[in-house]
T-cell receptor, first 110, second 113 residues
Framework: QKEVEQNSGPLSVPEGAIASLNCTYSDRGSQSFFWYRQYSGKSPELIMFIYSNGDKEDGRFTAQLNKASQYVSLLIRDSQPSDSATYLCAVNMGAQKLVFGQGTRLTINP | KAGVTQTPRYLIKTRGQQVTLSCSPISGHRSVSWYQQTPGQGLQFLFEYFSETQRNKGNFPGRFSGRQFSNSRSEMNVSTLELGDSALYLC????????????FGPGTRLTVT
């Protein structure tokens, strides 16, 4: 079992709709969870982080965490073509070691 | 505030050679982590430095090494390069050893021929 798992996609969503990205992790003791956005040919950009169970909202982005189910998700409301990218889920598994999922490629169709 | 900088941005080396990559963290950030990104393996953790000390290490051979200087700048060295070392090498900085948010630099694209 991979430590952090994401559906690789591609996930195709019409412009203006809600994009839902999911991630599961294996280490029940994990405390910190991150979502990075990576455009083709660029480095990952931190867009959301969440440490407590529940929802955290920042603009059009909402991160959801359920530690009991070992599940973290990212919702993007009012999706725009500029949201088309690969989204990486990362889990802090001790010290500064971030374990990344393989990423979900998201395409927003105008 | 300037972001994380990495030099060089692109590098082409031959098998058997060695290479040194450099990373300057965000001003005030004292922790630097290194990652390797390849299409097949994704993003994998190499090591993390704080206060000139390696605090954590990933599952990479000893050919991969690093160090951090007193000004928090970090270098990563790969000796005896192999074709499989071709990858994007990313440096990430964070405020302190236990700070959890990491910010990535633009990366160094290494090609080994």
């Amino acid at each position: 079992q991979k430590e952090v798992e994401q559906n690789s996609g591609p996930l195709s969503v019409p412009e203006g709709a809600i994009a839902s990205l999911n991630c599961t992790y294996s280490d029940r003791g994990s405390q910190s969870f991150f979502w990075y956005r990576q455009y083709s040919g660029k480095s990952p950009e931190l867009i959301m982080f969440i440490y407590s169970n529940g929802d955290k909202e920042d603009g059009r982005f909402t991160a959801q965490l359920n530690k009991a189910s070992q599940y973290v998700s990212l919702l993007i409301r009012d999706s725009q073509p500029s949201d088309s990218a690969t989204y990486l889920c990362a889990v802090n598994m001790g010290a500064q070691k971030l374990v990344f999922g393989q990423g979900t490629r998201l395409t927003i169709n105008p | 505030k300037a972001g994380v900088t990495q030099t060089p941005r692109y590098l082409i080396k031959t098998r058997g050679q060695q290479v040194t990559l450099s990373c300057s963290p965000i001003s005030g950030h004292r922790s630097v982590s290194w990652y390797q990104q390849t299409p097949g393996q994704g993003l994998q953790f190499l090591f993390e430095y704080f206060s000139e000390t390696q605090r954590n290490k990933g599952n990479f051979p000893g050919r991969f090494s690093g160090r951090q200087f007193s000004n928090s700048r970090s270098e990563m060295n790969v000796s005896t390069l192999e074709l499989g070392d071709s990858a994007l090498y990313l440096c990430a900085s964070s405020l302190a050893a236990r700070a959890r948010e990491q910010y990535f630099g633009p990366g160094t694209r290494l090609t080994v021929t």
